[in-house]
C-alpha cells in the first residue's frame, strides 16, 4: 500500500492562478480530509468528506473547492490563489470518522504552496 | 469554538535530558486527545488518550491526560537529537466536522 499520497509537493503561484492539489489514498478510506499547517500554527481543517459524492466545510474553507467522485481521490482546488494561501497542506484518510482504539488519521507527505 | 493550548511554544535541551510537553484543552464533546511527533514531513502517530490516569507509554516516550484538569502531557527521558521535532497534540470532539482540532506545537530541540 502506497498510503495516502500528494502531489505535487511544492508549487509557486502568483496571484490570481488556479491549481489543483491532488490526495489519493489506496487504504480504501471512508473519510479524507485536507488541512493547512501556517508557520507556528497547528494544522486548520479545511474541507472534508466522508464519503464518496459527501463533502463539507472545516474551519477555513473560504477561497477553496473539494469534490469527492471516488474513494479514492480528494482533490483540492484554488481558484484564486492569494498569498494568504501560502502554506503546507496535508491530506489525511481515515476508515471511520471515529477516532477509537488507536484508529488515527493517515497523512499525506504534504504540498507546499507558495504564493507570490 | 473547540480550543487546544501547547506549551511551551518551543525548547532546546541537550541530549539526556529529561522533557515534559504540555497541552490543555477546552471542547464542547472531548472523545480524544492524541499526541503526534512531526520533522520534516507529515504528523505521525504517537498515542491515544481517552482515560484520565492511564499511562501510555512507549520506549522512552510516555503521556498520560487528566480529564478533570483538561490537559495532557507527553514525557520524553534519556532525550536523543532524534527527538527533535514538533509535538503536537489534538483534540478529536466528535463534532460536525469529524477532524481534529490541533494545537500550534511545541518545537523541541536537542542539542547534542
Known amino acids: 500500500n502506497a498510503g495516502v499520497t500528494q502531489t505535487p509537493k511544492f508549487r509557486i503561484l502568483k496571484i490570481g492562478q488556479s491549481m489543483t492539489l491532488q490526495c489519493t489514498q489506496d487504504?480504501?478510506?471512508?473519510?479524507m480530509y485536507w488541512y493547512r499547517q501556517d508557520p507556528g500554527m497547528g494544522l486548520k481543517l479545511i474541507y472534508y468528506s466522508v464519503g464518496a459524492g459527501i463533502t463539507d466545510k472545516g474551519e477555513v474553507p473560504n477561497g477553496y473547492n473539494v469534490s469527492r467522485s471516488t474513494t479514492e481521490d480528494f482533490p483540492l482546488r484554488l481558484e484564486l490563489a492569494a498569498p494568504s494561501q501560502t502554506s503546507v497542506y496535508f491530506c489525511?484518510?481515515?476508515?471511520?470518522?471515529?477516532?477509537?482504539?488507536?484508529?488515527?488519521?493517515?497523512f499525506g507527505p504534504g504540498t507546499r504552496l507558495l504564493v507570490l | 469554538e473547540d480550543k487546544v493550548v501547547q506549551s511551551p511554544l518551543s525548547l532546546v535541551v541537550h541530549e539526556g535530558d529529561t522533557v515534559t510537553l504540555n497541552c490543555s484543552y477546552e471542547v464542547t464533546n472531548f472523545r480524544s486527545l492524541l499526541w503526534y511527533k512531526q520533522e520534516k514531513k507529515a504528523p505521525t502517530f504517537l498515542f491515544m488518550l481517552t482515560s484520565s490516569g492511564i499511562e501510555k507509554k512507549s520506549g522512552r516516550l510516555s503521556s498520560i491526560l487528566d480529564k478533570k484538569e483538561l490537559f495532557s502531557i507527553l514525557n520524553i527521558t534519556a532525550t536523543q537529537t532524534g527527538d527533535s521535532a514538533i509535538y503536537l497534540c489534538a483534540v478529536y470532539s466528535g463534532g460536525g466536522a469529524d477532524g481534529l482540532t490541533f494545537g500550534k506545537g511545541t518545537h523541541l530541540i536537542i542539542q547534542p
Open positions: 487504504m480504501n478510506h471512508n473519510y
Open positions: 489525511a484518510s481515515s476508515y471511520s470518522g471515529t477516532v477509537v482504539h488507536g484508529e488515527t488519521q493517515y
